[in-house]
């Protein structure tokens, strides 16, 4: 059974920049695409960036230069490195992995933009 467990999150200052992973259990990490969601208050889960098994990355127009997903297949790890924060990333940060009809999601992992 795949699970995801993300950690990373926190409270940071505008500016600042957090490192969230997520960590896959099980074989096949490297055939996943894996991705980034974001839920703000009172807002809907968005797609954030993916990375799929052959690295391509898609961002969202609001992240683009300055957050980068990648991944470790020797770790079993996905990463979003997320600079220049600002208040409105203020969300819970959800991993996903996905593959053919398999879907599996993390349990999130605050993220608090504040000064």
């Given amino acids: 059974q795949v699970r995801l467990v993300e950690s990373g999150g926190g409270l940071v200052q505008p500016g600042g920049s957090l490192r969230l992973s997520c960590v896959v259990s099980g074989s096949g990490f ?27 990355t898609y961002y969202v127009d609001s992240v683009k230069g300055r957050f980068t997903i990648s991944r470790e297949n020797a770790k079993n ?26 879907e599996v999601w993390g349990q999130g992992t605050q993220v608090t933009v504040s000064s």
């Fill in 30 to 56: 490297s055939l996943y695409t894996m991705a980034w969601y974001r839920r703000a208050p009172g807002k809907q889960r968005d797609l954030v960036a993916s990375i799929t098994s052959s690295m391509s």
């Fill in 77 to 102: 790890t996905v990463y979003l490195q997320m600079n220049s924060l600002k208040p409105e990333d203020t969300a819970v940060y959800f991993c996903r992995m996905t593959r053919f009809a398999l």
